[in-house]
């Protein structure tokens, strides 16, 4: 009922920084809790940032704490992650994730987008 599309990924040099969005579409969120979460080429995906869709309440995973913002727009239907001070071990794939229960913040997301590439050259 839910379609993620993320944009916003590309090629950066560490130190830079770069913002991704997904825009959601389909049934009107209540109680949502949006997320992104990162795969690198041989890794498991990993949950990134996460954000309540009514409060607004924010979670990180600690290695992007105080370089990676995630913010939503409640009347656009938006989530950004706002990227800083990237690094080469930030490159894999960037997915935009929505979950409709209550539970863990970083786990049993139910709707995905297609992802996006974000590499960082050192």
């Known amino acids: 009922q839910v379609q993620l599309v993320e944009s916003g990924g590309g090629l950066v040099q560490a130190g830079d920084s770069l913002r991704l969005s997904c825009a959601a579409s389909?049934?009107?969120?209540?109680?949502?809790?949006m997320g992104w979460f990162r795969q690198a080429p041989g890794k498991e995906r990993e949950f990134v940032a996460a954000i309540t869709w009514s409060g607004g309440s924010t979670f990180y995973v600690d290695s992007v704490k105080g370089r990676f913002t995630i913010s939503r727009d409640k009347a656009k239907n938006t989530v950004d992650l706002q990227m800083s001070s990237l690094k080469p071990w930030d490159t894999a794939v960037y997915y935009c994730a929505a979950k409709e229960r209550a539970g863990y913040y970083n786990r049993d997301y139910d709707y995905w987008g297609q992802g996006t590439q974000v590499t960082v050259s050192s």
């Open positions: 389909g049934r009107t969120f209540s109680s949502y809790v």
